[in-house]
């Protein structure tokens, strides 16, 4: 899951950013309204963080002006204070949730979790077979164990679960996966999936490649009961 955090003051930006990247986000700042605005009209993201208060184009006109683009892609309002007039007018122009400064970080995480769902329309918690991929924990377990996996091959998994039964392109899982400050090796995609594959084998869970088009998780049967 790729976030575009729109931020301008750097020291909330820089501690936000840590903490999505730790748990497994890809993140992409930027400090102005039109920096967003550009960024968001390359439709690479899948949920935005958008300050109101920023230099040049405010906040709010840049959830317009994606509204008018007609993305649905999920919106949180950041305020520097909670003005009702702000917190209306957001909703209003199609925000999907918004925190009033200041803010704990666990509270953000929770509303970026809720709203990713919603746009996913999955449960908290992804089963599959015999394993279960909690989105809030961010952890994966089979039959209840722990399976320990790097963040990036948390989000690899993610992004393959989210969309089981379907093939997800190579160019999908590098968007999704990296940020622009990302390097992204040549092969870079090849050898999370090697790397993930093994670490599910053991667990009935298979990863198959579709030669020129991208990988694919079948979809599991439910266990009866
Ligand atoms: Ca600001």
Redesign the pocket.
């Known amino acids: 899951m790729r976030i575009l955090l729109v931020?301008?003051?750097k020291v909330l930006a820089d501690a936000l950013t840590r903490a999505l990247v730790q748990s497994a986000y890809a993140v992409d700042v930027v400090a102005t309204g039109e920096q967003a605005d550009q960024a968001l009209a390359a439709q690479v993201h899948d949920l935005a963080i958008l300050?109101?208060?920023?230099p040049g184009m405010t906040g709010l006109e840049v959830l317009k002006r994606l509204r008018a683009r007609r993305s649905v892609m999920p919106v949180l309002m950041?305020t520097?204070f909670d003005t009702l007039a702000d917190r209306v007018r957001g909703l209003d122009l199609g925000a999907d949730d918004y925190l009033a400064k200041p803010f704990d970080l666990p509270e953000l995480e929770a509303r970026v979790r809720a709203l990713l769902r919603r746009g996913a329309q999955t449960t908290p918690v992804i089963e599959h077979g015999a394993l279960t991929f909690d989105t809030v924990a961010r952890r994966v377990f089979h039959a209840g164990k722990p399976v320990e996996l790097s963040a990036r091959e948390l989000a690899l998994l993610e992004l393959l679960l989210l969309r089981e039964g379907r093939v997800v392109s190579k160019e999908h899982i590098v968007n999704h996966l990296y940020g622009w400050n990302d390097e992204v090796g040549a092969n870079a995609i090849e050898v999370y999936v090697y790397r993930l594959r093994k670490k599910l084998e053991p667990y009935g869970c298979e990863i198959r490649t579709i030669r020129g088009m991208g990988y694919l998780v079948e979809r599991s049967h439910a266990p009866a009961g």
Request: negative net charge; hydrophobic residues 45%.
């Open positions: 931020e301008d003051d300050d109101i208060g920023l950041l520097a």
